[in-house]
């Protein structure tokens, strides 16, 4: 599961975004987005096709959450852990979403990677989780776990 | 007979909770039923509580039906499309919630089907494009200026002098960048608005590139919100098959573009400077000012950023004079702006209203109180940087300079609220936290502060010395606020101090960390 990517498959992205360093957040968006995290030699290949230090684009991938230096599961869910959520019961929505996944933030289980997200703007219908990025509003626990349950089934 | 018109809302809200199940059942039982429809995926009105809200057009009058599900479509189609059922409303227009507002820049927000030029023209749209052609740029910064708005990002800054500051700066090139970057918690009213009339947001920057001299616009928008990009992206490419977009728009000369950027996970990217280093493709790091954006901002270039909301708002400045929205609203807030009820609230959703108007008239008159029936402990307003206010400041008229003078900000607009089962102590702990997990590292006291902050209120919730931490505690505030470079350290104090000040005892009594 930790393969890299294909150069062609870097160079495509690249040239598909005009080869233009100034769009290294949008490439690597379109890197994350198809192959789901940023494996090293594709921060070799960006800085080479780019003509950027190796410095320059680890940075960047460093400093953004999306961009993932580690494969995620199949699924990933983010559960929102801001302030209109907290007002309606996500603390106890991911303690329980802990222990039924078996998993902490940023960790993969069964296939499912747990991830903390700072609002979905879905704020008038919290609580609120994002599965594989689609957005879910008035969550509870049961709706937790048969949203997750469809998960599995989908496989 | 003609077809039936049916509306399920597309917005993201809405989709949360079923409303493309509800979109699909209702297809599926047309096609069964042999009954002639034409499905159309409006934007949201913004009450939220009530979706998935289906309307149906009878006679020309849109009969609401909330918090639909699939399982409802049969029924409603039995009762006969418009008629009697347990959840219809009535008429949309005469929905309190939503005729009590007072709609300058969200009023095609449900109403039209986002996607469709032809809805768009039928409604208004471009009018007010075609107008600034006519009236000529100085024109249209007159009437910004004249109507008073201010920056709705959450800086309050007066537009017309931004718009007008560009306008004078020399420059081969300019920029109007839309800061779409809505990482407050408690706030959606960019989304909702992008969502609901996405073509507004285009004529917005257009008229704002004509007015200052801006050929190319760019969208900054948070990968927050995936079912909004998609919806962008096809109104940008709508926009440009229609002509709308691109060079010599109407045979005026002016030649515009938008490029949509993804955000990639930042709150402080949200912070102009920061948003504008993401634009260019480097860590969102903030920018020492000045130079001022509007001097030099985007690549260097003199650069308008301004909130999605702060756009939107312009047309109808345009079509209705800067005079009429600078009659609304009290003191130096003058207009209109887009409260969104949130967190623990009976009825959440988006209300725009004139300024002057009180948290508790929002809360009480238009959310209906708290979610779970217990009584409203804290209210916080502005999103992560803003103050938890207690139940007796709850009389507070939103106006930027009464907040001011509470220790408080209006922000983007955000009302967050909390019944009496909230710890405040943890909520104080998050607000350094999550500074902690956001802070570009730029300057120390945000990189450090917000991480020492989070050891202070431990220590304090456990007991440990709590007098001398929490002297220790509003010292480091003083610090993060002075010496922070931009709002993300200088402002997280605020919910801190408001829990030290009106919440204190929660210290004592907090459950710890959760």
């Keep these: 599961m930790r393969q890299g990517i294909e150069p062609e498959a870097i160079n495509t992205i690249v040239s598909e975004f005009g080869g233009k360093p100034e769009l290294l957040v949008q490439i690597l968006q379109a890197i994350v987005t198809r192959h789901g995290w940023v494996p090293e030699d594709a921060i070799r290949r960006l800085a080479f096709e780019l003509n950027l230090s190796r410095a320059d684009v680890y940075g960047v991938v460093n400093y953004y959450h999306d961009f993932r230096t580690e494969p995620p599961g199949k ?9 209109a959520c907290q007002a309606m019961g996500s603390r106890a929505l991911t303690a329980h979403a802990h222990e039924s996944l078996g998993a902490s933030f940023h960790e993969t289980s069964d296939d499912v990677t747990l991830e903390p997200v700072y609002c979905l703007g879905n704020c008038a219908c919290a609580p609120a989780i994002m599965i594989d990025n689609k957005t879910h509003g008035r969550v509870d626990a049961s709706r937790f776990d048969s949203l997750v349950e469809g998960l599995r089934e989908s496989g | 007979m003609a077809a039936t018109k049916i509306y399920v809302p597309r917005e993201t809200s809405a989709v949360s909770v079923g409303a493309d199940e509800v979109a699909v059942a209702i297809a599926r039982e047309a096609k069964k039923s042999g009954v002639r429809i034409e499905l159309i995926r409006n934007g949201s009105w913004g009450a939220s509580w009530l979706e998935p809200l289906v309307e149906v057009e009878v006679d020309g009058v849109r009969i609401a039906y909330a918090n639909v599900t699939p399982d409802d479509v049969a029924g409603l189609f039995a009762a006969g499309l418009g008629g009697e059922h347990d959840k219809r409303l009535g008429p949309v227009n005469e929905i309190p919630y939503l005729i009590n507002q007072d709609r300058w820049t969200f009023w095609r927000c449900g109403l039209t089907d986002p996607l469709s030029l032809e809805d768009f023209g039928l409604h208004q749209g471009f009018k007010a494009l075609e107008k600034a052609f006519a009236d000529g740029p100085q024109a249209i910064l007159d009437a910004v200026t004249a109507s008073g708005l201010r920056g709705r990002g959450g800086a309050g ?3 017309g002098i931004k718009w007008q500051t560009v306008a004078d700066t020399e420059g081969d090139q300019k920029y109007i960048a839309c800061n779409a970057d809505e990482g407050d918690s408690g706030t959606f009213s960019d989304r ?53 977009l691109g060079e010599d728009i109407l045979g005026s000369g002016f030649g515009f573009d938008i490029e949509l950027h993804l955000g990639a996970g930042s709150y402080v990217c949200g912070e102009e400077t920061a948003m504008l280093e993401s634009l260019e493709g480097k860590k969102g790091i903030v920018r020492y000012k000045p130079p001022l954006p509007a001097h030099e901002g985007l690549f260097g270039k003199p650069t308008v950023v301004n909130n999605v909301v702060t756009l939107a708002s312009v047309p109808n400045i345009v079509n209705l004079g800067g005079e009429r929205y600078a009659g609304m609203g009290v003191n130096r807030s003058k207009g209109t702006l887009a409260f969104q009820l949130a967190g623990n609230i009976r009825r959440g959703g988006l209300v725009e209203k004139a300024f002057g108007v009180t948290v508790r008239e929002l809360i009480d008159e238009y959310g209906g109180g708290t979610a779970s029936g217990r009584p409203i402990k804290a209210v916080q307003i502005g999103g992560p940087l803003g103050a938890y206010l207690p139940a007796e400041q709850l009389d507070t008229p939103l106006d930027y300079e009464a907040f001011t003078e509470i220790g408080a900000m209006i922000g983007h607009g955000g009302i967050v609220v909390f019944d009496d089962t909230a710890d405040m102590a943890q909520q104080a702990r998050f607000a350094m936290e999550f500074c902690a997990i956001e802070s570009c590292g730029k300057c120390t006291p945000c990189r450090i502060g917000s991480t020492r902050g989070v050891e202070v209120i431990d220590k304090m919730v456990a007991g440990d010395s709590r007098d001398e931490n929490y002297d220790l505690l509003v010292e480091l505030c003083d610090t993060m606020e002075d010496a922070s470079l931009c709002a993300m350290g200088g402002m997280t104090p605020y919910p801190v101090r408001s829990v030290l000040k009106h919440f204190a005892e929660d210290f004592a009594s907090s459950g710890g960390k959760q």
């Design chain 2, 192 to 244: 909702l608005l992008m969502e609901g009339d996405p073509l507004g947001l285009i004529e917005s920057m257009a008229i704002a590139g004509f007015a200052v001299g801006a050929s190319r616009g760019y969208i900054y928008l948070r990968s927050e919100y995936p079912l909004t990009h998609r919806i962008l992206t096809r109104a940008l490419e709508l926009a440009r098959e229609g002509g709308w």
């Design chain 2, 157 to 159: 800054f007066p537009t």
């Design chain 1, 75 to 83: 699924h990933i869910v983010k559960i929102c852990q801001a302030e």
